[in-house]
């Protein structure tokens, strides 16, 4: 079987890979000349690697596919796992839950000390769960299975099980905790992947955040693109190849079916299966079918970006007030108030970028020496709900330098003295991410990650299954499970694929 997959992305070379080692003949081909997508690394200034997407490895550490694949990618626990400074205090998040509680309770007291701790275990366990469903395609069947298993394991009835997990995370977390600095730190860690926590239905996204108790985030050594650098090794262990800077430029079809692709340089690839590992109103694109596309353009909301980020080399770190050992492995949580992030989104909600951005920090050259020159450090500070398209006039190629150096603020407004230390700028505006990326409007998880679209219902409830006609399958953050490095959605389009391959092959046998 030959394959074609369309984009180097980490998620299309983790399918890749499966069909490789199956026995499938794959071909992965790239426009970019760096393979990886968001999940790259590159020196940015002599001496210095720099992510160009993510940088923190959460969900593919849950998944088993680094074991299972055997990649040649070492990782390091972030533990602590999250800092939030308050003025001269901070929370601080580690793996151990006994050492969080005590963090909670010099900060905020013993009653929420104690209510963290029952929310974790409770909740935990729920998402233990639901990760089974992130796992394979999203059904009918298989969502529900997964509730009622929730159900069972809560003791809840349906009805109270599902009013939880529809109600707001600021909600929730007005239920659980007294302290707003708590609440603050949770609600932005669970922010990041785009909807705010006043919204319906993101109980959940900070209910994640338990299990980051039982597994550390990650950080591959050399930076986030070493999990794609191993991921095109193993694949060439296989017998499959990267094709990088000539990227597809259309689909080809026979009798209504997929059945190869032409790269811009004229090249055509046959294949008895394409797999488009790219946003899917690119794919549809190349697919031609303009109905089709302008169909799913209807359903899909990719949504006005989503925000920005500046990497920085600078000459040390910076210095929290009365912060704890390790505190500089952590995701930095710098937002003032839940107010602010209020603020902050209805900023972005008005096509308005932020007057005070929330700053997600994060200096991994702290525990990765090879990241950085001696001495030296580099750090990147992403700012969440910066809006792709400006409604006030401006134009992001002339106020880039600007918003950055609010960013900048943000983090020297908890850690004073750190602008003293930068000696280079990048700045990757929601356009640049677009441009450098192929993210569109900047949206890192190409689709926004509301309920009404995800599981079975992302990209749209025709694409779901991952196909989209003969031929042609999806895989890649604008399909289930979404977006964030999670390499799920390539594994499980691999077993889609080799299972309609079997289905074909018994029916001609």
């Not at 302290?179 to 603050?184: I, Y």
């Not at 080809?252 to 997929?258: A, H």
């Not at 059945?259 to 190349?286: F, M, N, P, Q, Y």
């Amino acid at each position: 079987m030959r394959v074609v997959v369309v984009g180097a992305g980490h998620n299309g070379l983790v399918a890749a890979c499966y069909l490789a080692r199956a026995g499938a003949e794959v071909t992965v081909v790239e426009r970019d000349t760096v393979a990886g997508g968001a999940v790259s690394t590159v020196e940015r200034w002599p001496g210095y690697r720099v992510d160009r997407g993510s940088s923190a490895h959460v969900m593919v550490r849950h998944t088993g596919i680094v074991e299972d694949l055997d990649l040649a990618v070492t990782y390091l626990d972030l533990d602590p796992w999250g800092y939030a400074p308050f003025g001269e205090q901070g929370i601080t998040f580690r793996v151990d839950l006994d050492d969080t509680c005590t963090s909670i309770e010099q900060v905020c007291g013993t009653q929420d000390a104690e209510a963290y701790r029952a929310f974790v275990l409770d909740w935990s366990a729920r998402n233990r769960r639901v990760f089974d469903a992130f796992q394979r395609v999203p059904t009918p069947g298989r969502l529900g299975r997964t509730i009622w298993g929730v159900g069972r394991g809560t003791g809840l009835g349906g009805a109270e099980l599902s009013r939880q997990f529809l109600t707001s995370a600021d909600s929730l977390l007005d239920t659980h905790f007294r302290d707003e600095r708590l609440k603050t730190a949770l609600a932005w860690l669970g922010s990041q992947s785009g909807p705010p926590t006043h919204e319906p239905a993101t109980a959940d996204l900070v209910g994640w955040g338990t299990v980051l108790h039982q597994q550390a985030p990650g950080r591959p050594v050399g930076g986030s693109g070493a999990l794609s650098e191993a991921l095109v090794a193993r694949l060439s262990s296989y017998g499959g190849q990267v094709l990088l800077g000539d990227g597809a430029a259309s689909l080809t079809t026979t009798g209504g079916r997929v059945t190869g692709v032409r790269t811009g340089s004229g090249t055509h690839h046959e294949a008895d299966a394409v797999i488009g590992a790219c946003h899917v109103l690119t794919a549809l694109e190349l697919l031609g079918d303009e109905a089709l596309l302008d169909r799913v353009r209807r359903q899909v909301r990719v949504g006005n970006g989503i925000g920005m980020v500046v990497r920085l080399a600078t000459r040390g770190l910076p210095t929290y007030p009365d912060a704890p050992s390790g505190v500089h492995h952590a995701l930095q949580l710098l937002a003032p108030s839940r107010r602010a992030l209020r603020r902050a989104h209805g900023e972005w909600s008005a096509g308005l970028p932020p007057t005070e951005p929330a700053a997600l920090a994060m200096c991994f050259s702290a525990i990765d020496p090879t990241l950085a020159p001696e001495g030296r450090h580099t750090m990147s500070v992403w700012g969440q709900w910066h809006p792709y398209a400006l409604s006030n006039g401006e134009h992001w190629d002339d106020i880039g330098r600007r918003e950055a150096d609010k960013l900048v603020a943000a983090v020297e407004r908890a850690a004073p003295g750190f602008s003293d230390l930068i000696d280079e700028v990048h700045v990757q505006t929601p356009l640049d991410l677009e441009r450098e990326l192929g993210l569109l409007q900047g949206q890192v998880m190409h689709l926004e990650m509301t309920l009404d679209q995800m599981f079975l219902w992302r990209p749209t409830t025709e694409l779901a299954r991952h196909r989209v006609v003969p031929g042609l399958y999806l895989c890649g953050a604008s399909t289930h499970p979404g977006g964030g490095v999670f390499g799920a959605s390539g594994r499980t389009v691999a077993h889609v694929v080799l299972a309609d391959r079997s289905r074909r092959g018994r029916r001609h046998g």
